[in-house]
């Protein structure tokens, strides 16, 4: 089968730094997402990597290892703001049909 | 704003009513996409468009018909639908990979 693995929730203060992984396995491989998603709202885009590395955009940064199937999504001096539900989520073809994880709540404290 | 509307945003509808979900986007991609969101579960892709061919259907069940008149429009007709189908539906269009959703309609099914 194909899995997508993140935790369900993380807890963080204002200001500090959290890493949010994800492990998936799949029949093949396009392409890997981070997306934010508030509460009642749409999921907007963070990130896309395809190539083992770190990309960096502002205070978030995602990193992917094709060989291990991980990534992480790294956020840095949080905001309250940053509150939400963080989805990973892999395309395995060329259609771009994703397929997504159940998405990492991050609740941050002040 | 998203540039990819759906309409309505709320719907209640009865198990034997016919409904039909409204998508829209201005942002000129070429694929568009169903996906439902219910709660603590992932994102689950319905239907995907391709240049207003249907390319993809998850093992949807007959109840839900998707349509796409053009490449800017796309419609979820809905019928004999069952409470356990009450979700938020969000429609997604892309042109290369990154695929930005509208706000989504909750939907409840009594």
């Known amino acids: 089968g194909q899995n997508i693995d993140q935790p369900t929730e993380m807890t963080a203060t204002e200001g500090a730094i959290v890493q949010i992984n994800c492990t998936y396995q799949t029949s093949g491989f396009n392409g890997l997402f981070w997306y934010q998603q508030h509460a009642g709202e749409a999921p907007t885009f963070l990130s896309y990597?395809?190539?083992?590395g770190l990309e960096e955009k502002g205070r978030f940064s995602s990193f992917l290892s094709r060989s291990k199937g991980y990534s992480y999504l790294l956020l840095k001096e949080l905001q309250m703001k940053d509150s939400a539900s963080y989805l990973c989520a892999v395309t395995t073809d060329s259609w771009g049909k994703l397929q997504f994880g159940a998405g990492t709540q991050v609740v941050v404290t002040p | 704003e998203t540039g990819v509307t759906q309409t309505p945003r709320h719907l209640v509808m009865g198990m034997t009513n016919k409904k039909s979900l409204k998508c829209e986007q201005h942002l000129g991609h070429n694929a568009m996409y169903w996906y439902k969101q219910s709660a603590k579960k992932p994102l689950e892709l319905m239907f995907v468009y391709s240049l207003e061919e249907r390319v993809e259907n998850n093992s949807v069940p007959s109840r839900f018909s998707p349509e796409c008149p053009n490449s800017s429009h796309l419609f979820l007709h809905l019928h004999t639908l069952q409470p356990e189908d009450s979700a938020l539906y969000l429609c997604?269009?892309?042109?290369?990979?990154?695929?930005?959703f509208g706000p989504g309609t909750r939907l409840t099914v009594l």
């Open positions: 997604a269009s892309s042109q290369d990979n990154e695929q930005f």
């Open positions: 990597n395809v190539l083992d």
